[in-house]
């Protein structure tokens, strides 16, 4: 099975900072990338795909980037209602596995 | 509009079976591509995947769990089936169903609501 491990596993910004995710593959998964958003006591909402493709009424302070074996999710300008967590998926190859995900809290 | 929802017991005993139900619409579970998958996150932990089953019946497992797993549809019924044996307290999370497709955007775009199953004795 691919490993997908993140950094870092926990985060402390403030309003209007720029945040920055990493997701990195234990092996190369081209673009096939996925990037979800959970709020405390609700499901994950993708916000990524396909390592950059912003999904439909995602903000466009959201943005990723990367290929084959590194990939980053970066908020311009974090707002109060992105705090929560945020995990990586890969769909390369079957078991399609998540990573250990990024706890994003406000100072 | 696609909408998924999941139900089943809140308490589970260890070693007994669990069985949870996805009742899926706003799509057909027949329609060439579509699959529904079951992931599960203990409290303040990550998500794990456990199974996928696809339109045309192909079936994909966790590699650590596909002993424990089964998973059926039921196209008439629009609904996804998981059944997980011998439960244990570390089995203790949320159950999620979610909506995807085959193809290069086979991640999981929309998700249920998901459901607390608690192993206790």
């Known amino acids: 099975d691919i490993q997908m491990t993140q950094s870092p596993s926990s985060l402390s910004a403030s309003v209007g900072d720029r945040v920055t995710i990493t997701c990195r593959a234990s092996?190369?998964?081209?673009?096939?990338l996925a990037w979800f958003h959970q709020k405390p006591g609700t499901a994950p909402k993708s916000v990524i795909s396909?390592?950059?493709r912003l999904e439909s009424g995602v903000p466009s302070r959201f943005s990723g980037s990367g290929s084959g074996i590194e990939f980053t999710l970066t908020i311009s300008g974090l707002q109060p209602e992105d705090l929560g967590s945020y995990f990586c998926?890969?769909?390369?190859?079957?078991?399609?596995?998540f990573g250990g995900g990024t706890k994003v809290e406000f100072k | 509009q696609i909408t998924l929802k999941e139900s089943g017991p809140a308490l589970v005993k260890p070693t007994q079976t669990l069985t949870l139900t996805c009742n899926v619409s706003?799509?057909?579970?027949?329609?060439?591509?579509?699959?529904v998958g079951w992931i599960r996150q203990p409290p303040g932990k990550a998500l794990e995947f456990l199974a996928l089953v696809y339109w045309d019946d192909v079936k994909r497992f966790s590699s650590s769990l596909k002993s424990r797993l089964t998973i059926t549809k039921d196209t008439s019924k629009n609904q996804v089936v998981l059944t997980m044996t011998d439960m244990d307290p570390v089995d203790t999370a949320a159950y999620y169903c979610?909506?995807?497709?085959?193809?290069?955007?086979?991640?999981?775009?929309?998700w249920g609501q998901g459901t607390l199953v608690t192993v206790s004795s």
């Open positions: 979610a909506h995807t497709k085959l193809g290069v955007y086979r991640y999981f775009n929309n």
């Open positions: 706003g799509f057909s579970l027949s329609t060439t591509t579509v699959g």
């Open positions: 092996q190369g998964i081209s673009d096939y």
């Open positions: 998926q890969q769909y390369y190859s079957d078991p399609v596995t």
């Open positions: 396909a390592g950059s």
